[in-house]
């Protein structure tokens, strides 16, 4: 069982942490409107930190609006407070000069759904999206004679007006205006070498000052790439992507261990940024033909121990904005796939095709639970690891060198409060172990925890939350 122990915690000590003031980091503070900033923790938004937890979800995947608020509901049950959304520039704009945002194309209709649902949106309209590039559009195909997402002239009259009439759909729906979206990204997984100039293009649109654009605007780097962070078409708040088990059926036998430099990239690339996940992996596609495995392999691959032990290390690593693609696949209809893919995009998702709930979901609404009922979680820095040296005067966690366990130690400096993500030092291990944590707190008082139980177990692939507060001492 997952132990996340915020949950129980005294009922006094939660109620002080929030009324104590809060110190904004004023170095790294920076404002987009009236309702929106951020800083090198978390967004703040309205006046109020907030852990972005968020879950991928094309509604072009489920075209039947009506339909929409059955998965926002369920996404919002499970604790998110937020979704991340593909806009397909084939649907909406499928050849020169016509522009369609009726029926399920309709992005009021969504907007008007997550605001009624609780959810923000971070906004992914491309123009290109997918790897594949405009697949539907024959006629754009056809007209646009120079590479995509180059400056060239025929593709920037392509895209220019999509773009324009996204801003028209949207511009009234920033949290400026009290809509939900919060964010908008530009294109998708692209080099900066080859696309600065381009991106440079698309961010003079969004911010030119009759359009009334005011959210920031992101990318998501397919990997630890730097891109997009400083220079031509750098972004205003930066994101990486990571798929930890790949995208490659034949590995599905294989349980990769963690990447371990997450923190440190974040440190090195983007320390007065918040560290964003745009997309981490929630399952993978599956393609025709022999290699095809079926979603459901998929869903065992990334079950509910992969988002333990993946996700609460992306925690770890001091992540506050993080989207798990896909939250809810769907199907692709209407010729959409691309040709590797069939129509289903169920993904092995924590939500299925059918729209029925796995035990994915029931690990991620623990860790949704516990993200709700944890505002001190939201701003913690990262001190170190069982591995590493960790910050003097600090709540020091340690246990012997031959323990199974890996520890990480984050602390929320403004209410004390201190918290530590446990797992297997073998992060592949399927060993039932057991373990205690030697702590000093602020006080200098030396403690073992746990203070009744025996000891700490982990069965296997799984991680825990434990939390203590400077209250209790």
Known sequence: MKFYSPII?????????????????????KTFNADLQFDNYTLILKGQRVFLHSGEFHTFRLPVPSLWPDILDKMK????????????????????????????????????????????????????????????????????????????????????????????QTNQSQISNGGPVIAIQIDNEYDQEEGGPYFAEIEAL??????????????????????????????????????????????????????MGYHTYHEEANPLQPWYSPEFQSGAFDGWGPDSTGYEDWRAVTDADFESVFYLHTWASNAKLVNYYMLFGGTSWGALPYPYVYTSYDYGAAITEARMLTEKYTELKLQGMFLRSSPEFYKTDWIGTTSSNLTEGAIV?????????????????????????VRQNDSTSLALSSFKLNITTAANQRLTIPLVASSISLDGRESNIRKTSKFKF
């Not at 195909?141 to 999509?162: C, F, G």
């Not at 920031?216 to 990486?240: K, R, S």
């Not at 990480?408 to 918290?419: H, P, R, S, Y």
């Open 397 to 421: 966690p340690s246990i012997p060198s031959s323990s199974p366990a890996f520890v990480t130690f984050l602390k929320n400096f403004d209410v004390g409060a201190g918290f530590w993500i």
């Open 9 to 29: 915690l005294p009922l006094w000590a939660w109620i002080f942490s929030l009324v104590l003031p809060e110190t904004l980091s004023q170095s790294s503070l």
């Open 77 to 168: 049950a499970a604790g998110f407070n937020a979704i991340s959304v593909y806009v397909h520039m084939g649907l909406v704009n499928p050849s020169p000069g016509v522009m369609d945002f009726d029926g399920f194309r309709s992005l009021s209709a969504l907007y008007e759904a997550a605001r009624l649902a609780g959810l923000w949106i971070v906004l992914r309209p491309g123009p290109v999206c997918f790897f594949y590039p405009l697949h539907s559009q024959i006629e754009y195909i056809m007209y646009i004679k120079s590479e995509l997402r180059t400056t060239a002239a025929d593709w920037n009259a392509a895209w220019t007006p999509y773009i324009q009439a996204i801003i028209a």
């Open 206 to 259: 969004y911010r030119n000052p009759n359009y009334g654009i005011n959210v920031p605007l992101t990318h998501n780097d397919p990997g630890m790439l730097d891109g997009f962070i400083n220079g031509t078409g750098a972004v205003d708040l930066y994101g990486m992507d990571a798929y930890p088990q790949g995208l490659d059926p034949s590995n599905l036998s294989i349980w990769n261990p963690i990447e």
